[in-house]
Protein backbone atom coordinates (compact mmCIF):
# COMPACT_ATOMS: atom_id res chain seq x y z
CA UNK A 1 0.00 0.00 0.00
CA UNK A 2 1.72 3.69 -1.07
CA UNK A 3 1.83 5.93 1.80
CA UNK A 4 -0.23 8.55 -0.52
CA UNK A 5 -2.82 7.75 -2.54
CA UNK A 6 -3.79 10.08 -5.37
CA UNK A 7 -6.78 9.12 -7.61
CA UNK A 8 -4.77 9.92 -11.22
CA UNK A 9 -7.52 11.49 -13.32
CA UNK A 10 -8.01 12.32 -15.69
CA UNK A 11 -10.24 15.15 -14.20
CA UNK A 12 -11.98 16.77 -17.60
CA UNK A 13 -14.52 20.24 -16.26
CA UNK A 14 -15.80 22.64 -18.18
CA UNK A 15 -14.49 26.09 -17.72
CA UNK A 16 -15.89 28.18 -14.58
CA UNK A 17 -16.34 24.92 -12.74
CA UNK A 18 -15.19 24.42 -9.27
CA UNK A 19 -12.80 21.32 -8.88
CA UNK A 20 -11.70 19.17 -5.75
CA UNK A 21 -8.76 17.07 -5.90
CA UNK A 22 -7.65 14.37 -3.05
CA UNK A 23 -5.19 12.87 -1.27
CA UNK A 24 -5.55 9.93 1.26
CA UNK A 25 -2.44 9.05 3.68
CA UNK A 26 -1.47 6.14 6.07
CA UNK A 27 1.45 7.79 7.54
CA UNK A 28 0.45 9.21 10.58
CA UNK A 29 4.09 10.93 10.87
CA UNK A 30 3.09 13.40 7.97
CA UNK A 31 2.30 16.97 9.40
CA UNK A 32 2.82 18.85 6.38
CA UNK A 33 0.99 19.12 3.52
CA UNK A 34 1.95 20.96 0.00
CA UNK A 35 0.14 21.17 -3.29
CA UNK A 36 2.33 21.49 -6.23
CA UNK A 37 0.71 22.36 -9.70
CA UNK A 38 3.23 20.49 -12.54
CA UNK A 39 2.63 21.77 -16.33
CA UNK A 40 4.31 19.35 -19.34
CA UNK A 41 7.70 18.90 -19.51
CA UNK A 42 7.96 21.62 -16.21
CA UNK A 43 8.84 20.85 -12.82
CA UNK A 44 6.75 20.99 -9.72
CA UNK A 45 5.46 24.38 -9.03
CA UNK A 46 4.36 25.08 -5.77
CA UNK A 47 0.67 26.38 -5.23
CA UNK A 48 0.05 26.16 -1.00
CA UNK A 49 1.42 24.99 1.99
CA UNK A 50 0.16 24.24 5.46
CA UNK A 51 0.41 22.62 8.42
CA UNK A 52 -2.44 22.85 10.61
CA UNK A 53 -6.52 21.01 10.10
CA UNK A 54 -8.72 23.74 8.39
CA UNK A 55 -8.78 25.86 5.25
CA UNK A 56 -6.33 28.14 3.98
CA UNK A 57 -7.13 29.70 1.20
CA UNK A 58 -4.90 31.98 -1.68
CA UNK A 59 -7.01 33.56 -4.59
CA UNK A 60 -8.94 30.67 -6.22
CA UNK A 61 -7.18 28.31 -4.64
CA UNK A 62 -8.08 26.21 -0.88
CA UNK A 63 -6.56 23.84 0.85
CA UNK A 64 -8.16 21.55 3.33
CA UNK A 65 -6.57 19.03 5.64
CA UNK A 66 -8.07 16.78 8.40
CA UNK A 67 -5.39 14.78 9.93
CA UNK A 68 -7.87 12.89 12.32
CA UNK A 69 -8.98 11.47 8.39
CA UNK A 70 -5.58 12.10 6.97
CA UNK A 71 -7.11 13.05 4.24
CA UNK A 72 -6.80 16.90 2.21
CA UNK A 73 -8.16 18.37 -0.95
CA UNK A 74 -7.53 21.13 -2.74
CA UNK A 75 -10.26 23.27 -4.22
CA UNK A 76 -10.16 25.84 -7.24
CA UNK A 77 -12.91 27.80 -7.75
CA UNK A 78 -13.69 29.47 -10.98
CA UNK A 79 -11.32 27.06 -12.93
CA UNK A 80 -9.37 28.52 -16.32
CA UNK A 81 -7.77 26.37 -19.03
CA UNK A 82 -4.64 27.95 -17.66
CA UNK A 83 -5.43 25.37 -14.52
CA UNK A 84 -4.91 22.53 -17.28
CA UNK A 85 -1.71 20.91 -15.28
CA UNK A 86 -1.17 17.54 -13.27
CA UNK A 87 -1.45 18.42 -9.54
CA UNK A 88 0.57 16.85 -6.75
CA UNK A 89 0.16 16.62 -3.50
CA UNK A 90 3.41 16.30 -1.27
CA UNK A 91 3.74 15.42 2.93
CA UNK A 92 6.35 15.85 4.48
CA UNK A 93 7.26 14.57 8.77
CA UNK A 94 7.89 16.32 11.95
CA UNK A 95 10.57 18.02 10.85
CA UNK A 96 8.79 20.25 8.67
CA UNK A 97 8.58 21.44 4.91
CA UNK A 98 12.61 21.47 4.27
CA UNK A 99 12.75 18.24 4.38
CA UNK A 100 11.78 14.48 2.27
CA UNK A 101 8.54 15.50 0.80
CA UNK A 102 6.66 11.98 -0.35
CA UNK A 103 4.37 12.51 -3.66
CA UNK A 104 1.09 10.91 -4.44
CA UNK A 105 0.78 10.17 -8.65
CA UNK A 106 -0.74 13.30 -9.23
CA UNK A 107 -4.14 14.20 -10.86
CA UNK A 108 -4.15 15.10 -14.03
CA UNK A 109 -6.66 18.08 -14.69
CA UNK A 110 -7.67 19.29 -17.95
CA UNK A 111 -10.36 22.70 -18.20
CA UNK A 112 -12.38 22.76 -21.38
CA UNK A 113 -13.82 25.89 -23.31
CA UNK B 1 15.32 36.63 -8.49
CA UNK B 2 16.56 33.26 -10.17
CA UNK B 3 14.82 30.40 -9.24
CA UNK B 4 16.38 26.52 -8.88
CA UNK B 5 18.52 25.83 -12.36
CA UNK B 6 19.24 22.46 -13.69
CA UNK B 7 21.68 21.17 -16.47
CA UNK B 8 21.76 20.08 -18.76
CA UNK B 9 17.75 19.74 -19.83
CA UNK B 10 17.94 16.64 -21.35
CA UNK B 11 20.15 13.90 -21.95
CA UNK B 12 20.88 10.46 -23.89
CA UNK B 13 22.92 7.51 -22.10
CA UNK B 14 23.40 3.53 -23.23
CA UNK B 15 23.24 0.89 -19.94
CA UNK B 16 26.31 1.00 -18.12
CA UNK B 17 27.64 4.17 -18.49
CA UNK B 18 27.43 6.94 -16.13
CA UNK B 19 25.59 10.42 -15.99
CA UNK B 20 26.35 13.39 -13.50
CA UNK B 21 23.82 15.98 -13.41
CA UNK B 22 23.79 19.68 -11.82
CA UNK B 23 21.87 22.02 -10.05
CA UNK B 24 21.71 25.44 -8.62
CA UNK B 25 19.50 26.15 -6.28
CA UNK B 26 17.10 29.41 -5.88
CA UNK B 27 18.82 32.67 -4.62
CA UNK B 28 18.99 32.24 -0.93
CA UNK B 29 18.73 28.63 -0.33
CA UNK B 30 21.00 26.29 1.60
CA UNK B 31 19.56 22.82 1.08
CA UNK B 32 19.25 20.60 -2.16
CA UNK B 33 17.18 17.68 -2.65
CA UNK B 34 17.01 14.99 -5.49
CA UNK B 35 13.74 13.83 -7.25
CA UNK B 36 13.27 10.88 -9.15
CA UNK B 37 10.00 11.02 -11.43
CA UNK B 38 9.25 8.05 -13.72
CA UNK B 39 6.66 8.72 -16.55
CA UNK B 40 3.53 9.02 -14.98
CA UNK B 41 4.26 8.78 -11.48
CA UNK B 42 4.87 11.36 -8.65
CA UNK B 43 8.57 12.57 -7.34
CA UNK B 44 10.57 10.24 -5.99
CA UNK B 45 12.87 11.19 -3.35
CA UNK B 46 16.52 10.13 -3.89
CA UNK B 47 18.28 12.18 -0.94
CA UNK B 48 19.38 15.57 0.75
CA UNK B 49 22.37 17.67 1.00
CA UNK B 50 23.23 20.38 3.54
CA UNK B 51 26.31 22.05 4.73
CA UNK B 52 28.17 19.64 1.70
CA UNK B 53 27.01 16.60 3.46
CA UNK B 54 23.96 14.20 2.92
CA UNK B 55 21.12 14.43 5.48
CA UNK B 56 18.44 11.93 4.39
CA UNK B 57 18.30 9.27 2.12
CA UNK B 58 15.54 7.72 0.32
CA UNK B 59 14.85 3.91 -1.10
CA UNK B 60 17.70 4.14 -3.98
CA UNK B 61 21.21 1.94 -4.21
CA UNK B 62 24.74 3.48 -3.83
CA UNK B 63 24.76 3.93 -7.83
CA UNK B 64 23.08 7.02 -6.92
CA UNK B 65 25.54 9.43 -5.09
CA UNK B 66 25.56 12.72 -5.05
CA UNK B 67 28.02 16.27 -3.62
CA UNK B 68 27.32 19.92 -2.56
CA UNK B 69 29.84 22.46 -2.83
CA UNK B 70 30.37 25.56 -0.79
CA UNK B 71 28.01 27.55 -2.87
CA UNK B 72 25.48 25.52 -2.07
CA UNK B 73 24.98 24.03 -5.78
CA UNK B 74 24.79 20.06 -5.95
CA UNK B 75 25.69 17.47 -8.20
CA UNK B 76 24.23 13.99 -8.60
CA UNK B 77 25.61 11.40 -9.81
CA UNK B 78 24.34 7.74 -11.29
CA UNK B 79 26.84 4.79 -12.04
CA UNK B 80 26.13 1.87 -14.04
CA UNK B 81 22.75 3.31 -15.69
CA UNK B 82 20.16 1.07 -16.32
CA UNK B 83 17.58 1.26 -18.96
CA UNK B 84 14.83 1.86 -15.47
CA UNK B 85 17.34 4.79 -14.81
CA UNK B 86 14.95 6.87 -17.76
CA UNK B 87 13.29 9.15 -15.57
CA UNK B 88 12.90 13.27 -15.09
CA UNK B 89 15.18 13.51 -12.49
CA UNK B 90 14.52 16.96 -10.31
CA UNK B 91 16.31 18.89 -7.86
CA UNK B 92 14.73 21.05 -5.40
CA UNK B 93 16.06 23.76 -3.14
CA UNK B 94 14.94 25.30 0.44
CA UNK B 95 16.16 26.75 3.60
CA UNK B 96 17.13 24.85 6.22
CA UNK B 97 15.22 24.47 9.26
CA UNK B 98 12.25 23.26 11.05
CA UNK B 99 8.45 24.16 10.44
CA UNK B 100 6.43 25.01 7.85
CA UNK B 101 8.25 27.99 6.43
CA UNK B 102 10.59 26.62 4.39
CA UNK B 103 8.84 24.79 1.16
CA UNK B 104 10.72 23.03 -1.67
CA UNK B 105 11.42 25.35 -4.89
CA UNK B 106 11.67 22.46 -7.89
CA UNK B 107 13.88 22.79 -11.47
CA UNK B 108 12.27 21.82 -14.56
CA UNK B 109 14.32 19.11 -14.44
CA UNK B 110 16.62 17.04 -16.56
CA UNK B 111 15.38 14.43 -18.37
CA UNK B 112 17.36 11.00 -18.46
CA UNK B 113 17.19 8.40 -21.13
CA UNK B 114 18.87 4.95 -21.60
CA UNK B 115 18.93 3.28 -24.47
Known amino acids: QKEVEQDPGPLSVPEGAIVSLNCTYS??????FMWYRQYSRKGPELLMY????GNKEDGRFTAQVDKSSKYISLFIRDSQPSDSATYLC?????????????FGTGTRLQVTL | DAGVTQSPTHLIKTRGQQVTLRCSPK?????VSWYQQALGQGPQFIFQ???????QRGNFPDRFSGHQFPNYSSELNVNALLLGDSALYLC??????????????FGDGTRLSIL
Open chain 2, 27 to 31: SGHDT
Open chain 2, 49 to 55: YYEEEER
Open chain 1, 50 to 53: TYSS
Open chain 2, 92 to 105: ASSLSGTGVGRPQH
Open chain 1, 90 to 102: AMSGPTGTASKLT
Open chain 1, 27 to 32: NSAFQY
